[in-house]
């Protein structure tokens, strides 16, 4: 099976701090991607990966930027955190091979105080 | 871009009956996929329908790719509690998804 773990479950920060949020898949996956969901909006893509040290803006990467120095690895950088980013983070993976079905971490929830 | 939309947003059912929710892209989909994700948890991957008119079933849950590859349904039968969650569609889009907005299903005992 395939398994994505994310850094931490939750997480409690300071306003202006830089935040890391990491997530790790075992499946040899090609994309990597990091959503955010709040209440009532659904799954918003921050940005995505489709190979290591590549990267694209999702649909709200402002206030965002991610890493992917190994194909295993992607990470999320909130730069200077601010309260309107308080929200849950799911990373997911996927592989071209399998029609783009993604595998989701079980999330960090994210307090911006 | 490609738009992915799901009614209705809430489903409140009583257990026991049935009931379908819609899955509507702006675009012809190589692919739909199906995610459930329960209450306080991630989505989790149920199911993927590849060819046009194509159904598929998960005990009580059957689902349905269109014809025109534009649309699907997911219907539940017999809704049980454990059925209780947020129902996402999602269609390719180069490397990434389109999820739809969700189903939010409550199921009454």
């Known amino acids: 099976d395939v398994k994505v773990t994310q850094s931490s479950r939750y997480l409690v920060k300071r306003t202006g701090e830089k935040v890391f949020l990491e997530c790790v898949q075992d499946?040899?996956?090609?994309?990597m991607f990091w959503y955010r969901q709040d209440p009532g909006l659904g799954l918003r893509l921050i940005y995505f990966?489709?190979?290591?040290?590549?990267?694209e803006k999702g649909d709200i990467p402002e206030g965002y930027s991610v890493s992917r120095e190994k194909k295993e690895r992607f990470s999320l950088i909130l730069e200077s955190a601010s309260t309107n980013q308080t929200s849950m983070y799911l990373c997911?993976?996927?592989?071209?091979?399998?029609?783009?079905?993604?595998?989701f971490g079980p999330g960090t929830r994210l307090l911006v105080l | 871009g490609q738009q992915v939309m799901q009614i209705p947003q809430y489903q409140h059912v009583q257990e026991g009956e049935d009931f379908t929710t819609y899955c509507n892209s702006s675009?012809?989909?190589?692919?739909i996929q199906w995610y459930k994700q329960r209450p306080g948890g991630h989505p989790v991957f149920l199911i993927q329908?590849?060819?046009?008119?194509e159904v598929k079933k998960q005990k009580r849950l059957t689902f349905q790719f269109g014809e025109a590859k534009k649309n699907s349904s997911l219907h539940i039968t017999a809704t049980q509690t454990t059925d209780v969650g947020t129902y996402f569609c999602a269609g390719p889009a180069g490397n990434k998804l389109t999820f739809g907005g969700g189903t939010r299903v409550l199921v009454k005992p």
């Open positions: 499946m040899d996956h090609e994309n």
């Open positions: 997911a993976s996927s592989s071209v091979g399998q029609g783009m079905s993604q595998y």
């Open positions: 329908l590849v060819k046009s008119g």
């Open positions: 675009t012809t989909l190589s692919n």
């Open positions: 990966s489709y190979d290591v040290k590549m990267k």
